[in-house]
Every structure is written in structure tokens, then in C-alpha cells.
């Protein structure tokens, strides 16, 4: 732009310039070109450190952009929010200070897994206050838990709900169900713990866990092993009286499902059944309980094999030395004892199994009226001996005071082991005087003839019963005779009546 002079120049910035001389204008060039490159260096650097600054920040910015859409890694904070969790006070139950809160139950028995008469939990769980036995029953069963708490509605448009696990359990209120009488219960934690919560919009909750319980069950062994049990699992709030939780079977007889595989090895599983009733504590008052119960039969042919059928031919082993000759001492004396000691031993084995109850029980009336049997034989066998003694003395005695028959013919001498009739007796009279014995003794025979004949007409008058009783006294042989019938017939009767009472 051209300004007032003609050798002159108007620049911009309202500032003029004359033309200068030759020596000025080279260096004015020079400085020009120098503040424009550094002005296009100092530019160039700036560019470049944008151009290797950007790509890290696009890089963290999609990280960002990427966990802003990771919703497993949001859903926490988003459903406390929608749950407002954080809004209420849920160490309180629902509607605290309102009408009791209604939980239903629901319980499924995936195994009941053993069933033990000895192996009790310690020495003072073996015994209740009425002295009933109680031996511990494992059970692994789940259970639902139903109630409504309105603090947990949310809105929905689907009207779906919500899952979630163990972790929110603890921030919210659950009802504080516990298992009565149980020794040993735990919640499956593999590989996590096995608790679920399934909450709907508006506010019903589910509430599920997976238990394993070893419980206590009340047992009467006097029927045992011809008996029936009935064991129980009973559910009841530990802190909350019925005026503040009410617990009841959700659908019933039908809120109780079984698995159909369930087996146990000594008793079948007849039936399960739910009850609910109301238990009463001094301190604290009345609560609601609920009660799982199952009759249990117990397996009868174990024990037929291992004690009925062992003792029965112990019994009959004994009674094989009746028909061994009496002069026999060492084998029937071996025979009664060896039986004794075996059904010793099997009533030592049986009561080793049970627990050391204060009644009896139907096994021990069987066991020891069997062994009575058995003790029996042996004293049956001592009264055979005992008496055998006696005739022999006898009848040495009488060898002693007559030494010499003196011509009576064998055939009409009195028999030493006692079995002689009148008719041998009367016959002595018939004799001569050369037949019969020296004159000095005749006196003597005559009194023992006397004797012979009162005996056998006061026997006649005594009738059949005082018959018998003579020739068993008489003739010991008679002793085996009778037993042979009088032991396997009684016997028998008991074991009509035994089974007929405990079946």
C-alpha cells in the first residue's frame, strides 16, 4: 500500500517505511526469515506431542466408555438403588409393631443319610428327660422360606423378578429360622454358598438354602428290633414369638416333597408328614413350630440272621445230649457248657450294638429265655447224673446185704437197676427151702419181699401221676425221655407267643 511519499511505503499497523539504503535491507530480510522459522518450529514440536499424547487418551477414554456398559459390573449400585436398601432399617422386621409377619416354609429331603443307635454326638445328648434314647439322624434337605416385605418393592413394566445370592442376604432382614434339638447344621458353601434370593416388585421375597442337619430323635428300643420309629426335624423362629412371625406350612402336607430314591440300610422309610403346633417357654413365651416327621420301620432280617437263627440252634444243640447215654459224663458235660458260653457270647455281641438303656427290650426277653433253655439242659443232665448216683448207691447196698441168690434162677432175681413187677416180687414165696437163701437170712428176705409188695399196691392206689413219678425216680433214663419232648414243646409255645405279641 502506497502512502503520501513516492518513495515511500505504508504498512500495515498505521506504520510507514521509507525505502533504505542498500545496506540496510538485507538484514531486516534476515530477521524476517528468522522469527518465521522459529515461529513454524516451536509449532511443529507443539503438534507432535498432541499427535503421541492423543492415542493414550482415546485408549483410556474407551476403557471408561467400555466399564460404563459392563452391566454385571454396575447392577450392584443400580439395584441397591432400585431395592433402596440404603433407605430403610432392616435389622427390623417388616410392618414392625404391626400384626405378625406370615412366612411359609417349604422343604424338599434330597437324602437322610444314616440313622445311628451308638454313635451319639457325646455322653450327655444320649438321654432326654423322660430316659429315651437319642441317637443322631443326618438329613440334607433344602428349604424355601416365603414373606413379603414391601420396603423391597421396585418398579417394573415386566413385572419380573430379581435373583440374587448369598451377598445381599446380609443387608437386608431374613427370618431367623433354626433347626430345634439339632447338634450339628451348616449351609452348603461349595463353591459358594448355596443361598439364594429372589426378590418380585411387589416386595414377596424367596428365600432358599441348602442345610445338612444332625438332629436328635427320640427312640424306644423296648420293641427293638421288631420296632417302629418316628424321628423328626422341627423348624422354629429363635427370636420372634408367634405375635411377631408366624411360620406354617406354605401348601400343607404337600410343602413337604421327598426324593422317591431315598434309602436307609437298617429301616424302611414308611412315611413323611408335616405338622405345626405352638411351643411354649417360660421366658420368653409362645412360638410357632413346624415339624418334619417320618415313620421309620426298622429291617427284621439282619437280626434274624445275626441273632434269632444263631440262639434257635444254639437251643436245639442243647438239647442233642438228651439223646446221649447218661454214662456219657465228658461229652454231654462239654456239649451244655459250649452252648452256655455261645449264647453268652451272642447276648454280649447284641447289647455291644444298643445303647445302655435301663428297660428291656424284645431282643433280651428272646436272648435270655433262650439261654434259660440252654442252662436248663445242663441242669437237666446234672439231675440225671445226680440221680443215677443214687440208685448205684442203692443198689450196692442192696449187693452188699444179700451177697448169694442161692440157686434162684437168674431169670427170677430182682434186676439191680430197680425194674422188677409184683409178679417177680410175689414169686419169691413159691420157692423150696433149698432154692431159696440160708435160714438165717430167710428173716430178712421176707421183709424185703414185705416191702417190695406194700410198694407196689400203694402205686396202684396212687394212680397214673404217682406211677410216673416212680419209674422216672426208678429208671433215670425216664429223665431224657420226658425232656426230649417237654423242651422243644415248650419251646415252641414261647416262640408262637413271642412273635405273635412283637410282630
Given at each position: 500500500?502506497?502512502?503520501?511519499?513516492?518513495?515511500?511505503?505504508?504498512?500495515?499497523?498505521?506504520?510507514?517505511?521509507?525505502?533504505?539504503?542498500?545496506?540496510?535491507?538485507?538484514?531486516?530480510?534476515?530477521?524476517?526469515?528468522?522469527?518465521?522459522c522459529?515461529?513454524?518450529?516451536?509449532?511443529?514440536?507443539?503438534?507432535?506431542?498432541?499427535?503421541?499424547?492423543?492415542?493414550?487418551?482415546?485408549?483410556?477414554?474407551?476403557?471408561?466408555?467400555?466399564?460404563?456398559?459392563?452391566?454385571?459390573?454396575?447392577?450392584?449400585?443400580?439395584?441397591?438403588?432400585?431395592?433402596?436398601?440404603?433407605?430403610?432399617?432392616?435389622?427390623?422386621?417388616?410392618?414392625?409393631?404391626?400384626?405378625?409377619?406370615?412366612?411359609?416354609?417349604?422343604?424338599?429331603?434330597?437324602?437322610?443319610?444314616?440313622?445311628s443307635?451308638?454313635d451319639?454326638?457325646?455322653?450327655?445328648?444320649?438321654?432326654?428327660?423322660?430316659?429315651?434314647?437319642?441317637?443322631?439322624?443326618?438329613?440334607?434337605?433344602?428349604?424355601?422360606?416365603?414373606?413379603?416385605?414391601?420396603?423391597?418393592?421396585?418398579?417394573?413394566?415386566?413385572?419380573?423378578?430379581?435373583?440374587?445370592?448369598?451377598?445381599?442376604?446380609?443387608?437386608?432382614?431374613?427370618?431367623?429360622?433354626?433347626?430345634?434339638?439339632?447338634?450339628?447344621?451348616?449351609?452348603?458353601?461349595?463353591?459358594?454358598?448355596?443361598?439364594?434370593?429372589?426378590?418380585?416388585?411387589?416386595?414377596?421375597?424367596?428365600?432358599?438354602?441348602?442345610?445338612?442337619?444332625?438332629?436328635?430323635?427320640?427312640?424306644?428300643?423296648?420293641?427293638?428290633?421288631?420296632?417302629?420309629?418316628?424321628?423328626?426335624?422341627?423348624?422354629?423362629?429363635?427370636?420372634?414369638?408367634?405375635?411377631?412371625?408366624?411360620?406354617?406350612?406354605?401348601?400343607?402336607?404337600?410343602?413337604?416333597?421327598?426324593?422317591?430314591?431315598?434309602?436307609?440300610?437298617?429301616?424302611?422309610?414308611?412315611?413323611?408328614?408335616?405338622?405345626?403346633?405352638?411351643?411354649?417357654?417360660?421366658?420368653?413365651?409362645?412360638?410357632?413350630?413346624l415339624?418334619?416327621?417320618?415313620?421309620?420301620?426298622?429291617?427284621?432280617?439282619?437280626?434274624?440272621?445275626?441273632?434269632?437263627?444263631?440262639?434257635?440252634?444254639?437251643?436245639m444243640?442243647?438239647?442233642?445230649?438228651?439223646?446221649?447215654?447218661?454214662?456219657?459224663?465228658?461229652?454231654?458235660?462239654?456239649?451244655?457248657?459250649?452252648?452256655?458260653?455261645?449264647?453268652?457270647?451272642?447276648?454280649?455281641?447284641?447289647?455291644?450294638s444298643?445303647?445302655?438303656?435301663?428297660?428291656?427290650?424284645?431282643?433280651?426277653?428272646?436272648?435270655?429265655v433262650?439261654?434259660?433253655f440252654?442252662?436248663?439242659?445242663?441242669?437237666?443232665?446234672?439231675?440225671?447224673?445226680?440221680?443215677?448216683?443214687?440208685?448205684?448207691?442203692?443198689?450196692?447196698?442192696?449187693?452188699?446185704?444179700?451177697?448169694?441168690?442161692?440157686?434162684?434162677?437168674?431169670?427170677?432175681?430182682?434186676?439191680?437197676?430197680?425194674?422188677?413187677?409184683?409178679?417177680?416180687?410175689?414169686?419169691?414165696?413159691?420157692?423150696?427151702?433149698?432154692?431159696?437163701?440160708?435160714?438165717?437170712?430167710?428173716?430178712?428176705?421176707?421183709?424185703?419181699?414185705?416191702?417190695?409188695?406194700?410198694?407196689?399196691?400203694?402205686?396202684r392206689?396212687r394212680?397214673?401221676?404217682?406211677?410216673?413219678?416212680?419209674?422216672?425216680?426208678?429208671?433215670?433214663?425216664?429223665?431224657?425221655?420226658?425232656?426230649?419232648?417237654?423242651?422243644?414243646?415248650?419251646?415252641?409255645?414261647?416262640?408262637?407267643?413271642?412273635?405273635?405279641?412283637?410282630?
Amino acid at each position: 500500500m502506497l502512502g503520501a511519499g513516492a518513495g515511500c511505503a505504508v504498512w500495515g499497523y498505521g506504520r510507514t517505511a521509507c525505502p533504505a539504503g542498500p545496506a540496510t535491507m538485507p538484514h531486516f530480510a534476515k530477521l524476517l526469515l528468522l522469527i518465521f522459522c522459529l515461529v513454524l518450529l516451536v509449532e511443529s514440536r507443539r503438534h507432535r506431542r498432541r499427535r503421541w499424547t492423543s492415542q493414550p487418551e482415546l485408549r483410556k477414554a474407551g476403557h471408561i466408555y467400555k466399564k460404563n456398559h459392563d452391566v454385571t459390573k454396575t447392577r450392584k449400585g443400580k439395584t441397591e438403588q432400585l431395592l433402596r436398601v440404603d433407605d430403610h432399617d432392616f435389622t427390623m422386621r417388616p410392618a414392625f409393631g404391626g400384626p405378625a409377619i406370615p412366612v411359609g416354609v417349604d422343604v424338599q429331603v434330597e437324602s437322610l443319610d444314616s440313622i445311628s443307635e451308638v454313635d451319639m454326638i457325646d455322653l450327655q445328648s444320649q438321654f432326654s428327660s423322660t430316659g429315651q434314647v437319642l441317637p443322631p439322624a443326618i438329613a440334607d434337605l433344602h428349604s424355601w422360606h416365603y414373606w413379603k416385605d414391601e420396603r423391597l418393592s421396585f418398579p417394573s413394566t415386566t413385572n419380573n423378578s430379581m435373583t440374587f445370592d448369598g451377598r445381599l442376604v446380609k443387608k437386608i432382614w431374613v427370618p431367623d429360622v433354626f433347626f430345634v434339638h439339632s447338634k450339628r447344621s451348616f449351609i452348603h458353601d461349595t463353591t459358594t454358598d448355596n443361598i439364594m434370593l429372589r426378590v418380585f416388585p411387589d416386595g414377596h421375597v424367596l428365600y432358599s438354602m441348602r442345610i445338612t442337619v444332625t438332629a436328635m430323635c427320640n427312640m424306644d428300643f423296648s420293641r427293638f428290633p421288631l420296632d417302629s420309629q418316628t424321628c423328626s426335624l422341627e423348624l422354629e423362629s429363635y427370636a420372634y414369638t408367634d405375635e411377631d412371625l408366624m411360620l406354617y406350612w406354605k401348601n400343607g402336607n404337600e410343602s413337604l416333597k421327598t426324593d422317591e430314591k431315598i434309602s436307609l440300610s437298617q429301616f424302611l422309610i414308611q412315611k413323611f408328614h408335616t405338622t405345626s403346633r405352638l411351643a411354649f417357654y417360660s421366658s420368653t413365651g409362645w412360638y410357632n413350630r413346624l415339624y418334619i416327621s417320618f415313620t421309620l420301620r426298622r429291617h427284621i432280617f439282619f437280626f434274624l440272621l445275626q441273632t434269632y437263627f444263631p440262639a434257635t440252634l444254639m437251643v436245639m444243640l442243647s438239647w442233642v445230649s438228651f439223646w446221649i447215654d447218661r454214662r456219657a459224663v465228658p461229652a454231654r458235660v462239654s456239649l451244655g457248657i459250649t452252648t452256655v458260653l455261645t449264647m453268652s457270647t451272642i447276648i454280649t455281641g447284641v447289647n455291644a450294638s444298643m445303647p445302655r438303656v435301663s428297660y428291656i427290650k424284645a431282643v433280651d426277653i428272646y436272648l435270655w429265655v433262650s439261654f434259660v433253655f440252654v442252662f436248663l439242659s445242663v441242669l437237666e443232665y446234672a439231675a440225671v447224673n445226680y440221680l443215677t448216683t443214687v440208685q448205684e448207691r442203692k443198689e450196692r447196698k442192696l449187693r452188699e446185704k444179700f451177697p448169694c441168690t442161692c440157686g434162684i434162677t437168674h431169670s427170677k432175681t430182682m434186676m439191680l437197676d430197680g425194674n422188677y413187677s409184683e409178679s417177680d416180687a410175689n414169686s419169691l414165696a413159691g420157692y423150696t427151702r433149698s432154692q431159696m437163701v440160708p435160714e438165717e437170712e430167710k428173716q430178712e428176705k421176707m421183709v424185703v419181699h414185705l416191702a417190695l409188695s406194700n410198694a407196689s399196691n400203694s402205686s396202684r392206689k396212687r394212680g397214673l401221676k404217682g406211677h410216673v413219678g416212680l419209674r422216672i425216680i426208678q429208671n433215670t433214663h425216664a429223665i431224657d425221655k420226658y425232656s426230649r419232648l417237654i423242651f422243644p414243646g415248650t419251646y415252641i409255645f414261647f416262640n408262637l407267643i413271642y412273635w405273635s405279641v412283637f410282630s
